[in-house]
């Protein structure tokens, strides 16, 4: 049985059932030692399911979950002495917010004035030492998740899980709560599991991603190269890959896809086999038609592809647009300002600009 050098946390052939129906199957995955793992997938993909075996609440089927090279089920307390949790949903109990951060360390055993100093010096950390007081119930939404994570650091713990506790609380509140957070842990360093389905703070924060899909481990490495080099098609649609082409591998190198020429440094299909083009939207750079040099799709060379903008969505700080390209359909977006500098509407014609070491390319198996 191998591990990482590094691997703190180690899960072996764990399965996890619901009645008869596994809902989480992972072979092999190791939790690097003092860094952020990131667990990401869709709804029902497994991933707090993952949590709650890592926390030894939900029994596995099979497998082995081990900390430090040993099981972590062979003491089950003093495993939970070790780590600490926090949740979208705070679960601050009926009491002032001192006595709520204070109340692991109670359960462990720590003297009066020593768990009285821990909580008191994580509420100053997360900026609500003036809470320490006030009954839990009477505070907002983001207060409730500070003391929560407050908490959670105060318990020194080798392992914290973490189940989404940005997603319960307002934009600003919630930018706030993650500069807080980072900064805390980059100081603590504790082997930290962090679930997320937003990309920004998988981005942000990991150093490590394990994406799942229908209770399997479909990929894992570092975040940019999940969000950017996709393993297959389902992990491209779920990390925002808009833009997939089916298309063909030429004899020169260069992909064929909806009557384009698409060059690409991704690796290497077969020529002649069917693959799969994936580009993120933010990849593709827009330019006014006459601005470029002309179409061209040769190897090592932008790809520029003569469009025409079908239709434009506004979303936020970027605008969304589609545009067609031969029998290709485009969806960039572009920063707001760049957008208007461009002046584009429905209709105009533009350059699609492509990089390609943008154009990922994965087997296309399930190619029509």
């Given amino acids: 049985?191998?591990?990482?050098?590094?691997?703190?946390?180690?899960?072996?052939?764990?399965?996890?059932?619901?009645?008869?129906?596994?809902?989480?199957?992972?072979?092999?995955?190791?939790?690097?030692?003092?860094?952020?793992?990131?667990?990401?997938?869709?709804?029902?993909?497994?991933?707090?399911?993952?949590?709650?075996?890592?926390?030894?609440?939900?029994?596995?089927?099979?497998?082995?979950?081990?900390?430090?090279?040993?099981?972590?089920?062979?003491?089950?307390?003093?495993?939970?002495?070790?780590?600490?949790?926090?949740f979208q949903e705070p679960l601050l109990l009926s009491m002032s917010v001192l006595a709520n951060v204070e109340l692991p360390l109670r359960l462990r055993g720590v003297d009066k004035r020593r768990r009285r100093e821990l909580a008191e010096h994580w509420l100053e950390r997360f900026g609500i030492a003036s809470l320490a007081r006030r009954h839990a119930r009477q505070l907002s939404g983001g207060e409730a998740q500070r003391v929560s994570l407050a908490r959670a650091f105060a318990s020194q713990p080798q392992v914290m899980l973490l189940d989404e506790p940005f997603a319960g609380v307002d934009a600003p509140t919630r930018e706030g709560l993650i500069e807080d957070f980072a900064e805390n842990l980059s100081e603590t360093r504790?082997?930290?599991?962090?679930?997320?389905?937003?990309?920004?703070?998988?981005?942000?924060?990991?150093?490590?991603?394990?994406?799942?899909?229908?209770?399997?481990?479909?990929?894992?490495?570092?975040?940019?190269?999940?969000?950017?080099?996709?393993?297959?098609?389902?992990?491209a649609e779920f990390v925002g890959m808009e833009n997939l082409w089916h298309g063909r591998r030429s004899e020169s190198g260069v992909y064929e896809a909806g009557g384009i020429r698409l060059a690409s440094t991704s690796k290497s299909i077969a020529p002649g086999s069917p693959a799969l083009l994936?580009?993120?939207?933010?990849?593709?750079?827009?330019?006014?038609?006459?601005?470029?040099?002309?179409?061209?799709?040769?190897?090592?060379?932008?790809?520029?592809?003569?469009?025409?903008?079908?239709?434009?969505?506004?979303?936020?700080?970027?605008?969304?647009?589609?545009?067609?390209?031969?029998?290709?359909?485009?969806?960039?977006?572009?920063?707001?300002?760049?957008?208007?500098?461009?002046?584009?509407?429905v209709g105009d014609a533009a350059v699609a600009r492509i990089a390609p070491a943008d154009v990922h390319v994965i087997s296309d198996d399930g190619a029509d």
Avoid at 61 to 76: I, K, R, V
Avoid at 213 to 228: A, H, M, Y
Avoid at 316 to 336: N, Q, Y
């Fill in 278 to 345: 994936c580009v993120r939207p933010e990849r593709i750079v827009l330019t006014r038609d006459g601005e470029g040099t002309g179409t061209r799709s040769e190897a090592g060379t932008e790809n520029q592809l003569r469009a025409i903008v079908q239709k434009i969505r506004p979303r936020g700080p970027v605008v969304r647009a589609d545009l067609t390209s031969g029998r290709l359909h485009l969806t960039v977006d572009t920063s707001v300002t760049k957008w208007d500098e461009l002046g584009l509407s």
């Fill in 190 to 235: 504790p082997t930290t599991v962090l679930v997320t389905h937003d990309r920004d703070e998988a981005l942000r924060l990991g150093d490590e991603a394990a994406l799942l899909i229908d209770g399997r481990l479909r990929q894992t490495g570092p975040p940019s190269e999940v969000f950017e080099r996709p393993a297959d098609r389902a992990v």
């Fill in 1 to 86: 049985m191998t591990t990482r050098p590094d691997a703190h946390l180690q899960i072996r052939d764990l399965a996890v059932q619901r009645g008869r129906v596994t809902v989480l199957e992972i072979d092999k995955l190791d939790i690097p030692r003092g860094l952020v793992t990131v667990v990401l997938g869709p709804n029902g993909s497994g991933k707090s399911t993952l949590l709650g075996a890592l926390q030894l609440v939900l029994h596995p089927s099979q497998g082995t979950l081990m900390l430090d090279g040993e099981p972590m089920d062979a003491d089950p307390v003093a495993t939970r002495r070790r780590m600490s949790a926090a």
